[in-house]
């Protein structure tokens, strides 16, 4: 179910990048909030880089050592091919599917919340589907408390695998003890330099530490890059690329039909679940932060920029870790099958040129991802609770709070099988809205149009400006006139 539902998502998303609906502009705004670097920046650390950062060097070995079921007919392990396969799916569960589930969630929310006056909750998202009534009755309260637990619940994943990756990186390399105390004091540092970030602001604190993520981010790819192995990297991006848009459809809606082996739901069917579970609160971060941008921005920031930064993280990371297995005899994939999907990373590092500062410089890296993932959640939870897109810096600190808290509890309980259970429990019921949210988002947009052009004082605010690849109209509310709307 998850795949189709994924797979449709895709399939919308393109439609409106390429028709005339993109160029509506959201928010009531004549010019975004903040500049476009900021604003992706925010998009790329709050939603996914997290788990990009534990997953980057670990998936794409595992796959490599273990090929997926679709090819393992036809790929051998530890070949070639195998890596080619390996980041071929690392694309799929990363890239643009992802980032599709997120835009469908922005683009709902944004609508109802700045264009029909409903509350900055996830619920308004599905006004399409079950009327303003209900969005502020009974249903709309469950599904506020759904997505409540479900994006407390995704971040706890997230944070939960980044200090096991910590935590694992310290006893190794400073001889820090990898024991519970030393999780809960990772946990108190993450939540005490969240604090700080909150009592900044809503805007000031969350784009610092996104810009000062994303470029640490880009420092440190790039630095892989020109120490390590840069033609096999290169080389292999292309060519699994390559097999990735070749092969996409056949990736996105396998089933594995025979063999039944499990992979896909310890992998692809739980990162749609992931992505599902938490995308109604995550859509409402991201609609508070892209306000007075068109949906086609919105849609290309993250199928365009954001997927292809992790396409870029993934073969820089995941190649390097392969090339670097083969060099040594497989070196590195016996210490992964041994000690866990967190040790790829300080295994990989340990092959590079100043791989001491290359360590230092990811535990850093780590914390800044770790804060402003807690951060933007936080700011999503509260945004929740008070309907307000301005909560109370105290209730965001609360927030913050509460996440540190459980995810301490469930790292005591279970480790990494509990963060996923904890991240996905939520996903089905969201699943079947988004559904039908994707059947009947373009119908909506077009009607949308079509009420406020009907608005005297409004349709008189649009400027109907001819652009090479549509008729455009700049700002305030809807940019398309529907006389020029050829649908």
């Known amino acids: 179910m998850f795949a189709v539902i994924v797979f449709l998502n895709v399939l919308v ?22 500049s476009t670097f900021s604003w992706i920046s925010i998009l790329f650390c709050s939603a996914i880089a997290a788990g990009a950062v534990f997953y980057g060097p670990g998936e794409p070995l595992t796959f490599f050592s273990s090929v997926p079921p679709l090819y393992s007919d036809t790929v051998q392990n530890n070949t070639q091919e195998a890596a080619v396969v390996a980041l071929q799916y690392s694309y799929l569960h990363w890239g643009f599917s992802a980032w ?62 980044l200090v096991i990756q910590l935590g694992y990186m310290l006893e190794e390399v400073y001889g820090i003890p990898d024991n519970s105390a ?37 420092v440190l790819a790039a630095a892989i890059f020109l120490l390590g192995p840069s033609q096999f990297i290169l080389d292999i991006m292309i060519s699994s690329f390559g097999g990735y848009l070749q092969d996409f459809v056949k990736m996105s809606l396998y089933t594995d039909p025979v063999e039944k082996s499990g992979w896909l739901s310890w992998w692809s069917s739980f990162y749609w679940a992931w992505w ?25 920031a993250g199928l365009s920029i954001s997927g292809v930064s992790l396409i870029f993280w993934f073969a820089i990371l995941g190649g390097t870790g392969i090339w670097f297995d083969i060099k040594s005899g497989g070196e590195i994939t016996k ?9 790829a990373l300080l295994s990989l590092l340990n092959y590079l040129p100043l791989s001491n500062v ?54 005591h309980i279970g480790g990494l099988s509990t963060l996923q259970t904890g ?34 004082d409004e349709a008189e605010r649009y400027e109907v400006v001819k652009a090479k690849e549509s008729l455009t109209v700049d700002p305030l509310i809807a940019p398309v006139r529907r006389d020029n709307l050829h649908m």
Not at 377 to 392: H, M, R, Y
């Open 423 to 456: 991240a996905i429990i939520t996903a089905p019921p969201i699943a079947l809205m988004l559904l039908l949210l994707i059947v009947s988002i373009p119908r909506q947009l077009k009607q949308m149009v079509d009420e406020e052009c009907k608005t005297g």
């Open 182 to 218: 030393t999780k809960f004091i990772i946990l108190f540092v993450i939540v005490a330099t969240f604090t700080i970030s909150c009592i900044t602001g809503v805007f000031k604190g969350i784009t610092k530490l996104s810009r000062w993520n994303v470029y640490l981010a880009i």
């Open 358 to 411: 290359f360590i230092i410089a990811f535990l850093i890296a780590i914390v800044l991802f770790l804060v402003t993932t807690a951060d933007s959640v936080a700011l999503s939870a509260s945004i929740v609770v008070t309907g307000s897109d301005e909560p109370s810096r105290w209730i965001r600190l609360f927030w913050g709070l509460v996440i540190g808290g459980i995810a301490a509890i469930l790292l």
């Open 100 to 161: 599709c589930i997120y835009g469908i969630f922005v683009i709902a929310t944004m609508v109802a919340v700045y264009h029909k006056g409903l509350p900055f909750k996830p619920s308004s998202a599905f006004y399409f589907l079950i009327g303003e009534k209900r969005v502020k009755g009974f249903w709309g309260k469950a599904i506020d408390i759904f997505s409540t637990i479900a994006v407390v619940g995704g971040v706890m994943a997230s944070v939960g695998l």
């Open 335 to 343: 210490v992964l099958a041994t000690n866990g999907m967190e040790s």
């Open 13 to 34: 998303c393109i439609y409106l990048i390429f028709s005339k609906l993109g160029s509506i502009r959201l928010g009531k705004l004549e010019k975004p909030e903040m």
């Open 276 to 300: 599902i579970g938490w995308g109604p609160a995550i859509g409402l971060f991201f609609a508070r932060v892209s306000r007075g941008r068109t949906i086609r921005e919105i849609l290309i």
